[in-house]
Nanobody
Framework: QLQLVESGGGLVQPGGSLRLSCAAS????????IGWFRQAPGKEREGVSC????????NYADSVLGRFTISRDNAKNTVYLQMNSLKPEDTAVYYC??????????????????WGKGTLVTVSS
């Protein structure tokens, strides 16, 4: 059964850190670019970061550049998003998605092949 399952969300204070995981099964994970997206209450979904199938190409939204780091372990079929220096405006449901498209600034406009159900990140004191 094809699945993307996010985990690692929770409540964190401003300035804190979280690491999200996206575990995949049911498809050839190491062929796919994986992206992280987020949707805050009352706002449209936005792309956060993506990583190519090999892990050599990365992309970040300007709003998270320098604070978030994406990585992947193809042996474990998992992609990670390390989030540091979190701000209240990072509060959102975070989703991972998979597609064969190239990782880059236009990746987030693609209709993704697969989506996870999301994990909630709340940044608040």
């Amino acid at each position: 059964q094809l699945q993307l399952v996010e985990s690692g969300g929770g409540l964190v204070q401003p300035g804190g850190s979280l690491r999200l995981s996206c575990a995949a099964s049911g498809f050839t994970f190491d062929s796919y670019t994986i992206g992280w997206f987020r949707q805050a209450p009352g706002k449209e979904r936005e792309g956060v970061s993506c990583i190519s199938s090999s892990g050599r190409s990365l992309n970040y939204a300007d709003s998270v550049l320098g604070r978030f780091t994406i990585s992947r372990d193809n042996a474990k079929n998992t992609v990670y998003l390390q989030m540091n220096s979190l701000k209240p405006e990072d509060t959102a449901v975070y989703y991972c998605a998979a597609d064969l498209s190239t990782c880059g600034r236009y990746y987030y406009r693609v209709n993704m092949d697969y989506w996870g159900k999301g994990t909630l990140v709340t940044v608040s004191s």
